[in-house]
């Protein structure tokens, strides 16, 4: 816990969105550069538009039009203005169409671009420390997070055109009447708060009611999951009446939401109105009072009300998306564990052109002389959980190639965190690996194919097909599929399978047994053919017989592959060639069975347990 506050706490202190601004400009600098510059061009247009319009009506205005030759005049004049008016619209809609495209690929290019980077750095973390936070959490942070900081910075070429323009517009308007414009500006400006307030009070509503959705909708689920569950314990009422109070929670969020949206969304489109309103009554009552108000006057100020409102707006809209940028980046930097945020944003090619996109297949596995395992060294070899006295203390261990050795010991003796702090899944805090007499500096990136394979407790499964499951990406012409199924005694319950190796599994292989899934993982192992093979409780969910052939096959198919597997197996202790005893995190006893049950008694008890278990499994044929 203490690690991860820190974490925590690192991230926060140095996150300023604006940190990104440069690698973002550098990412498409030609597409910010022209979303930065048509806006200012558009508004231009409008603001000449504007300009345009008024010295039109004043110049009309003033006109005598008695005769002929000036009613011509005139006539021409306004189908001029008009066909400019008309032309400078349609300029401005493509304008404004042309930014909205390029705002919706820079959203979809930066952002794809923010995740692959995210996503590799946390792949590169180790295991243990991956991600921070709930699966949900992450992927809220992958998804909701990065379109967040990526469209706060995509707008901000418009954010700073509307705010040029609104300024603009306001010296205008200033500079023809300035007691009007402000009588005009200000109440608009105060409901445009109170909106924009308004607008902050909803965000925090919508997403109560999203999550008290997603609570219904996870409920609902679980029902659905626990029927036996809840039939045999008779909780269909209790059920019910726990459903029917989440489902008022969303209706009663569902309803303020809808009410406080349509309020606002009234209050925004009448905006403009008011505004003409409020323009149309401040000009009557000057010109009953005698002041110069002319009528291209009148048009100038309903013309301009449009940007003073969006400026208006903008500036909380900006201070709010600012703020949630600030925090998604926070989120985003816990993820990075201490990379810097700049690399979020580092061009690499992604290739988002489906019909562009290279075949990538993996590279070939082929080892080197320096992959072939002689000897495995650990030396004092230490890890301790944050925050806690649990882990393991000075472990010393030597392996040798074709050897079997056993892990065993109580349930919390630290077997499991051993094989993970040697796999570099969790960082140790001292000690030594040498592989073949070498140090091995990066435990994480050196104990990989062609050098190690790893089955942890609980085995992993895609929804996927068996065969994609095996191979995980690898060519099947590349390796011996057929080998790695027989030897991880799977061959009769492919046969037993509708599309044999072809058939989807379910969603983290529920379709399968779990004795099932853990030979899977097996046969993943094996289709790589590594130096090292780690299990950690291999056989914990099959029968005795198949426990029995699985390693029959395994140890007998290539008397050159090392072992190192956790287990309380017989079978496996049986065959080993060093036993290691843990208990409490440190190592109690190791030599081979006879040996650790004449010198342990921890060793002895154990040993008496499984012999208890094996009997119960004899009776049974099939996975547990």
């Known amino acids: 816990m203490k690690q991860l506050a820190r974490i925590k706490k690192e991230s926060k202190m140095s996150i300023k969105p604006l940190a990104l601004l440069w690698p973002f400009i550098h990412c498409a600098p030609l597409r910010i550069t022209f979303l930065v510059l048509i806006p200012f061009i558009s508004g231009g247009m ?41 032309a400078i619209r349609i300029i401005t809609f493509v304008l404004n169409y042309l930014i909205y495209m390029n705002i919706i690929k820079i959203r979809f290019s930066l952002s794809s671009l923010l995740q692959h980077n995210l996503l590799e750095q946390v792949l590169q973390h180790r295991a243990g420390r991956a991600t921070i936070g709930s699966a949900g959490e992450v992927i809220n942070t992958f998804d909701e997070d990065a379109n967040l900081v990526i469209s706060f910075f995509s707008l901000l070429g418009d954010i700073i055109s509307v705010m040029v323009i609104g300024t603009a517009t306001f010296v205008i ?5 300035f007691p009007m414009t402000l009588l005009v500006v200000l109440p608009l400006a105060c409901i445009s708060v109170v909106v924009e307030k308004m607008r902050k009070h909803i965000s925090t509503t919508r997403a109560t009611s999203r999550e008290a959705s997603s609570t219904v909708a996870g409920n609902i689920g679980e029902i659905f999951e626990s029927i036996q569950s809840i039939k045999v314990t008779r909780s269909e009422k209790r059920i019910i009446k726990h459903f029917d109070a989440l489902s008022d929670h969303r209706r009663l969020f569902e309803v303020r939401d809808r009410v406080l949206s349509s309020i606002v969304q009234a209050l925004s489109n ?31 100020f309903t ?26 980046l926070e989120r985003l930097a816990q993820l990075q564990q201490g990379v810097p945020i700049t690399q979020l944003l580092e061009r690499k090619p992604l290739h988002l052109d489906t019909k562009k996109v290279p075949l990538l297949l993996p590279e070939p596995v082929v080892k080197t002389p320096q992959d072939y395992l002689e000897t495995l060294e650990i030396n004092n070899l230490t890890y301790h959980y944050p925050g806690t006295e649990r882990g393991i203390k000075h472990m010393k261990l030597r392996l040798t190639r074709g050897s079997l050795t056993v892990i065993t010991g109580q349930i919390g003796a630290g077997k499991s965190t051993c094989l993970r702090v040697l796999l570099g899944l969790l960082p140790k805090e001292s ?41 995980l990406g690898l060519p099947e012409t590349d390796v011996n599929l057929p080998q790695a199924v027989h030897m991880a005694v799977l061959e009769r319950d492919i046969m037993e399978q509708e599309q044999g190796l072809d058939t989807q599994i379910g969603t983290r292989g529920v379709k399968l047994s779990g004795g099932q899934v853990q030979r899977t993982a097996a046969a993943r192992m094996l289709v790589r053919e590594a130096e090292l093979l780690v299990f950690d409780e291999l056989s914990s969910a099959l029968d005795l017989e198949t426990e029995k052939t699985l390693w029959k096959r395994l140890l007998e198919s290539d008397k050159q592959r090392t072992y190192l597997v956790v287990s309380h197996s017989q079978a496996i202790l049986q065959r080993a060639d060093q036993i290691i005893v843990m208990k409490e995190g440190h190592i109690e006893a190791v030599g081979d069975l006879r040996t650790v049950l004449a010198t342990n008694e921890q060793m002895r008890f154990l040993w008496q347990s499984m012999h208890n278990i094996s009997s119960n499994r004899k009776s049974s044929s099939i996975d547990y």
């Open 46 to 86: 409008f603001l000449v538009a504007g300009l345009l319009q008024r010295a039109f009506f004043n110049q009309l205005d003033a006109a005598t039009i008695s005769r002929e030759s000036h009613r011509t005049v005139v006539f021409w004049a306004v189908i001029t203005i008009l066909v400019a008016n008309l």
């Open 173 to 177: 308007l200033s500079c023809v009447n």
């Open 270 to 300: 009448g905006l403009i109105d008011l505004g003409i309103g409020i323009v149309l009554l401040t000009a009557t009552l000057s010109m009953q009072q005698g002041h110069a108000f002319r009528t291209g006057d009148l048009v100038l």
């Open 303 to 328: 013309t301009y009300l449009a940007p003073i409102i969006t400026m208006v707006a903008t500036i909380s809209y900006t201070r709010a998306k600012y703020l949630q940028a600030t925090v998604s």
């Open 431 to 471: 000690g030594e690996i040498r592989w073949n007499g070498q140090l091995v500096e990066d435990p994480a990136t050196f104990f990989v194919p062609p050098r190690c394979a790893y089955t942890a407790q609980i085995p992993h499964l895609f929804s996927d097909t068996l065969k994609d499951n095996i191979l």
